[in-house]
């Protein structure tokens, strides 16, 4: 049969002189304001949030409904929600994550969150059922609590690294189950680069969920200006909130 037409390239804006770099260079100028994620309330956080850290579920890009990032998860009764993690999680410090660091990691969410509170509402306990199992005891039925977990500011976090009652300042070490991780943080942005033990509950054996993407540079630009005179350059790779 005849082979499929080759896609064809993408032309870059005359005048742009391609350079290249082991890195997607992403420019923005929206600055994360916090790098703990049970702080994050504006979409630079999150951006960081979701990156650098999993949660138990995620959100669909298209239809919006819960499905699994760190945890398989379900309901056992109308108020009873039981997560079972993937195999193999750690953090990128190297640090297993388990059902403990669950639990921690949702308590201090409640706890240090307006969001994370509001979105867990009906969480009246949560126990540790083994090293991989947690169970969340609710108030009474609630068929958001999913989208609840999915929230950056319920991020699973390392307990032997944060506090449990304090966000974590921004000079402090960073350490998620995320598929990137932060390799550097100075004034003029951040890099993440590819975290090779990322592991999703719904596929453990496919640890690299951004194949041919070494590091991404979130850099901060000053305004507009600097902006377009990286794209002109072709210095920018593409501009996020710019």
Known sequence: SPSA????????????????????????????RVLDPVAATTAADGLVAVNVFQRLLTLDPESHAPKP???????????????????????????????????????????????ARAALASLARTEVLSDVTVRFTLTGPDATFAEGLAEPAASLVDEQAYRADAVSPNAAPVAGSGPFALS?????????????????ASDPSNPQPVVGLPSVRLVLARDSATVEQAMVAGTADAVWRG
């Open 69 to 115: 990032d760190a945890a398989d998860c379900l309901f056992t009764s109308v108020t009873t929600y039981e997560c079972t993690l993937g195999k193999g999680l750690t953090f990128a410090n190297g640090d297993a994550l388990t059902a403990s660091d669950v639990k921690f990691s949702i308590e201090r969410a409640v706890r240090l969150s307006t969001r």
């Open 184 to 200: 550097a943080v100075d004034s003029a942005g951040l890099t993440f680069v590819r975290n090779p033990g990322y592991r999703r």
């Open 5 to 32: 037409s080759p896609s064809p390239t993408p032309s870059r804006t005359p005048g742009a002189t391609p350079t290249a770099a082991p890195e997607l260079r992403l420019y923005t100028l929206e600055a994360p």
